[in-house]
């Protein structure tokens, strides 16, 4: 192709810089401490223990919340158990929907304060947590109310029932929406639940509890218990519980897997990514560029379908190469709650040092690296939009998850070749290809073992879009009609 | 008159489309209720299981590829050469000391199963497949692919329908599949394997060995490359070790528990979509000419 | 200046567009915010870009003298604002409007090529168009021939640009594509590669005759083909989003984008320009706003 024959060389300039635009704190209220949910009220915790949530664009503490120790742990398994034994299993299936279809509304009606609280908590930028996170979280309650009392066209030919409790444990990636992607499908198939939310992002978990309060549902159907790694194994290992609902690292998902091995609880795991992103000489380029800034600098990076592997072929790889450059160069990075904002700040200092970590090793591994030349803010934790050239199949930074935005670019050549090198990893979440020919998509989608495959776009996530991952990615879908079949027996 | 000295049956293991002996030289015995020896099986070893697991891989994206149409066919091939040695397999039942009646009616179930799950073949995926009306401007679509290479743990109960109804609806879904066999009930298991061999199926597809649960129980779940497993009426102890070893690859772990085999709840599609991966394909829509706005 | 190339584009150098993902690019720019003295700047840029236009059969020398003295003059009332960038007519307009802007910065850009049809032989487009230079016209608002291009024949289309740029001398050509008429964005893509090759200094969405006129992502379409253009060749090409854009807000969108797509050294009245009548008002109700802090009505701008 003539492409290759392309001269590239003059330089674009960006220096794009816009007066700060900041979202207003004070539309959201949030506590100095909040209580444990259950049965539906704040109750203090057994544990007698709390902990800091802070806002890692400042360092600043925001609240503090309580650490549920064993005891709590019980004490919400028995109210959710008591709930489920009690008014919501003898609820009649549409009354149920009711109660989930005013979740989805009251979220609406608060999704400013929602948005608001996502951002400072979590470092999201307030762009995302506005236009995706909230009203993602609210339609998903919405759809999955639906479902309630239309099981039997789901299921054809079977009767379903519900599991009984649920045991939920969510991560900090996506606070709200990883909420409501357990609850609602939970509650609609009749299952009451109990929701631990991460240890770094638990404030908009605790909002919702505070709106389901509102909502009038049922005590103990929903209880929101805080805490980290330990309160979760006390979930996971409660006696009580019928079902493990999962979405983290894919360490832990193993841990979780053993931890259930002597019991009868049913198992679903949103595991960890390390998705392929494949441009074609044919592709949109432009486009593409987009999807490939959109798979992997969309919320820092955090994100376990993150296209964090591209692979582009070479006729097009200076090309796409140059574009992606200075699309990069006009991101802006920096305070979460400004409304310009479009990579915030890294969740926590951890998860800073775990990215910092990979970059050191993909330096060391001879890989080349480009960062993005925007100044960083003085306090909190926060990491330039990064790319590494020059990666091999076998570098660490093009096996691993990092979880942050460091994107890995090797080239190809053949279409057999980018299909076994993307499949070529124990994950299987996502893929993304970009091609404008209809038949090659169509070959290239279905040999891709991942269970969400997106063709000439990226990361787009809808309620009724069943998504999870094939391998070591985890077992189980969520969302769609696929997602009732978690909560049914 | 000299009577007809018979000529018997050595029964050995099937991997990759072959009838090899186990690679350990071991065997076992099979006898009959007065405790005469009805065959030497081969007891089946770690290394059989590894060969058998390399051979249902690399059938793994041919068979998978097929259409489902073809699948079906061949599938319906198993059913008809499974009712051309009728007589066989029934016999076979009569040695291992069924009840003439009983032979009959299981003989009769495991042909009907297969009939119906070749039948499921080019149908699971319309009825279990969905075009998802998402809010933004994109097609998006959910349709159930093969899990992989599974490896199944025969119902130890039962001797053709078990196999047959745990065998059946992994293949009908486009998966491989290497098989234990019942270990007192093993006769069935390797002249299945024979009927397989002789239906069309590609090697690889099928693998079945002949051995000890307790044995081969933990390789079946520990193995890296089989992306599930599907066990028959293990007990809770059993269970508790294929569950923690699976955990080391996140294993689809399918558990079954009491079937009565000959009935229809025996079957369905869901024995199928058990060992699926819904897949979810997205693709922009353009809006050229949609009404009102040409951009 | 004389064409970067006597040849077609190789096409296989241009990229396919994906609609969607071209119009949720272009939506993204809507989200910028842009508040306080990066808003003021903006729209004190955005005036300085407008080509102040009047394209109507009933044009007469009377209108377009007051529309001359409001390119000049737009708010008296507020200190310090800058004139537009051009005043647009019609040729038989274009010496009216020379002389009233006489001793001002504002160039006077004429529609020429059988505006807005584009619909007559190549010698009545050259007449036209060196009648316009003529009397005096700094730019040149050409249309290209929207049938020949859906038929294919992209090097009559190719030619005819060629011919009209030698034509113009050393005024600026602006190329209309029509983009309502292209209808899809492969073709405006197309369209734009061969525009930029045959020589055009500007490339435009629209003549504003036709619906849709200029919108973000058709413009964002071009914008990007003029980044590959800088990007192989060093030249670089300016942009005219004509038709539509009558808010200050949507204006400030089309800043962002060009800003992030381009880069800043577009962010002038050489390389950027918005074709439009009313905008000038709204942007000065903005500004007024902006320095008062109370919202304006449309009585206290003047209309012309």
């Known amino acids: 192709m003539a492409k290759s024959s392309k001269n590239i060389q003059p330089a674009l300039k960006f220096n794009i810089k816009y007066a700060p635009a900041p979202e207003s704190v004070s539309a959201a209220s949030i506590n100095e401490q909040y209580n444990l949910f259950i049965n539906g009220k704040f109750e203090k915790p057994l544990s007698k223990k709390y902990f800091d949530t802070i806002n890692p664009a400042t360092e600043q503490k925001i609240a503090s919340v309580a650490e549920a120790g064993t005891a709590d742990v019980d004490k919400a398994v028995k109210a959710a158990r008591a709930a489920y034994n009690g008014h919501w299993g003898k609820m009649p299936a549409k009354e149920r929907a009711k109660y989930i279809f005013r979740i989805a509304r009251m979220i609406q009606e608060r999704a400013r304060e929602f948005a608001i609280i996502e951002s400072l908590d979590g470092g999201k930028p307030i762009r995302e947590s506005r236009d995706i996170d909230i009203p993602l979280a609210a339609n998903h309650f919405f759809y999955y109310a639906g479902w309630a009392d239309k099981l039997n066209y789901a299921f054809p030919n079977r009767n379903v029932s519900p599991l009984g409790v649920a045991g939920q444990i969510i991560p900090w990636n996506f606070p709200l929406l990883m909420a409501a992607w357990k609850i609602a499908p939970a509650l609609a198939c009749g299952n009451t639940v109990v929701l631990k939310p991460a240890e770094t992002t638990p404030l908009t978990a605790l909002k919702l509890a505070e709106l389901i309060q509102d909502c009038d549902l049922p005590p103990g159907v929903v209880n929101i218990i805080t805490g980290a790694g330990e309160t979760g194994a006390a979930l996971v290992n409660h006696p009580d519980i019928d079902k493990i609902a999962f979405t983290g690292s894919t360490e832990v998902g193993k841990i979780i897997q053993r931890a259930t091995a002597n019991t009868h609880k049913k198992l679903t795991l949103e595991l960890g990514g390390k998705a392929a992103n494949i441009i074609f000489e044919d592709a949109p380029i432009d486009q593409a560029v987009e999807g490939i800034i959109n798979g992997i600098y969309f919320n820092q990076g955090h994100v376990c379908c993150a296209g964090s592997r591209l692979f582009v072929q070479e006729s097009v790889y200076k090309e796409v190469l140059q574009k992606l450059k200075d699309r990069i160069a006009t991101l802006i990075v920096g305070n979460p709650l400004d409304k310009n904002t479009d990579v915030g700040a890294i969740n926590s200092k951890q998860q800073l040092q775990t990215i910092q970590k990979y970059i050191a090793i993909g330096k060391k591994e001879g890989a080349e690296m480009f960062e993005s030349s925007c100044a960083l803010p003085n306090k909190g934790f926060f990491c330039r939009p990064t790319l590494f050239t020059n990666v091999a199949q076998s570098s660490r930074i093009a096996q691993e998850e990092i979880f942050g935005p460091v994107l890995a670019i090797q080239t190809f050549r053949t279409d057999d070749e980018v299909i076994e090198k993307a499949n070529n990893t124990p994950y299987g979440l996502s893929a993304g290809v970009w091609t404008n020919k209809g038949s090659r998509i169509f070959n290239i989608t279905t040999r891709l073992r991942a269970g969400v495959v997106w063709a000439n776009t990226y990361n787009k996530f809808d309620p009724v879009s069943p998504f999870g991952g094939y391998k070591e990615s985890g077992f189980g879908r969520e969302g769609g009609l696929h997602g009732l079949n978690a909560y049914v027996k | ?295 | ?304």
């Open chain 3, 1 to 304: 200046m004389p064409a970067v190339t006597a040849f077609l584009p190789d096409f296989r150098n241009t990229p396919q567009i994906d609609h969607v993902g071209v119009e949720e690019r272009a939506a993204r720019f809507t989200k910028r915010s842009i508040k306080t003295e990066s808003k003021v700047e903006g729209l004190k840029l955005a005036l300085n870009m407008i080509d102040l236009t009047t394209l109507e059969g009933k044009d007469t020398d009377g209108k377009v003298k007051q529309l001359c003295y409001k390119a000049m003059h737009l708010h008296d009332a507020y200190p310090g604002l800058p004139t537009v960038a051009a005043i647009c007519v019609y040729p038989s307009m274009v010496a009216v409007a020379k002389k009233a802007l006489q001793g001002s910065n504002v160039k006077v850009a004429a529609v020429a090529t059988a505006f807005p049809s584009g619909q007559a032989s190549r010698d009545v487009k050259l007449r036209d168009t060196k009648f316009a230079i003529d009397q005096g016209a700094d730019e040149i608002d050409m249309v290209i021939s929207r049938g020949k291009f859906l038929q294919g024949e992209y090097n009559f289309v190719f030619d005819e640009i060629a011919a009209i740029k030698e034509a113009c001398g050393n005024a600026r050509l602006k190329v209309i594509l029509e983009t309502g008429e292209l209808v899809t964005y492969d073709n405006v893509r197309r369209a734009s590669e061969i525009a930029m090759y045959a020589g055009a200094d500007f490339i435009k969405t629209s003549t504003g005759k036709i619906q849709p006129a200029a919108t973000m992502p058709v413009t964002l379409v071009m914008l990007e083909a003029i980044r590959d253009f800088y990007y192989r060749t060093g030249k670089k090409i300016a942009m005219k989003p004509a038709g539509g854009i009558s808010k200050a807000k949507a204006a400030l969108h089309y800043l962002v984008m060009v800003q992030e797509t381009l880069g800043t050294d577009w962010l002038s009245n050489e390389w950027f320009r918005f074709g439009a009548s009313s905008l000038a008002n709204d942007v000065l109700m903005q500004l007024e706003k902006e320095r008062t802090g109370v919202y304006q009505a449309a009585n206290y701008f003047s209309i012309d």
């Open chain 2, 1 to 295: 008159m000299t009577e007809r000295i018979d000529v018997l049956k050595t029964y050995k293991l099937y991997i990759g489309g072959q009838f090899p002996r186990t690679e350990s030289g071991r065997y076992y015995a099979v006898k009959n209720a007065n405790g005469k020896l009805i065959a030497n099986m081969c007891l089946a070893s770690r290394k059989d299981f590894r060969d058998a697991v390399v051979a249902a891989r690399s059938a793994f994206s041919g068979w998978s590829g097929k259409s489902a149409f073809n699948r079906s066919q061949i599938l319906y091939r198993i059913a008809e050469m499974m009712e051309s040695r009728r007589t066989q397999l029934i016999d076979e039942l009569l040695l291992l000391g069924y009840k003439s009646v009983d032979a009959n009616n299981e003989v009769s179930a495991a042909i009907d199963r297969m009939v119906y799950y070749a039948g499921w073949c080019d149908k699971y995926q319309q009825v279990f497949s969905s075009v998802n009306p998402v809010a933004s401007p994109h097609f998006n679509f959910s349709v159930p692919e093969p899990t992989g290479v599974v490896a199944i743990v025969a119902s130890q109960q039962s001797a053709l329908i078990g196999l047959v109804s745990a065998i059946a609806p992994v293949i009908a879904g486009g998966n491989t599949c290497v098989v234990l066999a019942a270990e007192q009930l093993p006769l069935s298991a390797i002249s299945f394997a024979e009927i397989i061999h002789s239906s069309d199926v590609p090697a690889g597809v099928v693998n079945i060995l002949t051995g000890k649960v307790s044995e081969l129980l933990k390789y079946f779940a520990d193995h890296m490359d089989v992306n599930a497993v599907v066990t028959y009426q293990l007990t809770n102890q059993e269970m508790q070790l294929v569950k923690e070893k699976s955990a080391l690859n996140v294993k689809r772990v399918v558990e079954y528990n009491a079937i009565s085999w000959l009935d229809d709840t025996a079957q369905s599609p869901y024995f199928i979509t058990d060992v699926q991966e819904i897949k979810t394909t997205w693709h922009p829509i353009e809006t050229v000419a949609a009404g009102k706005s040409g951009y």
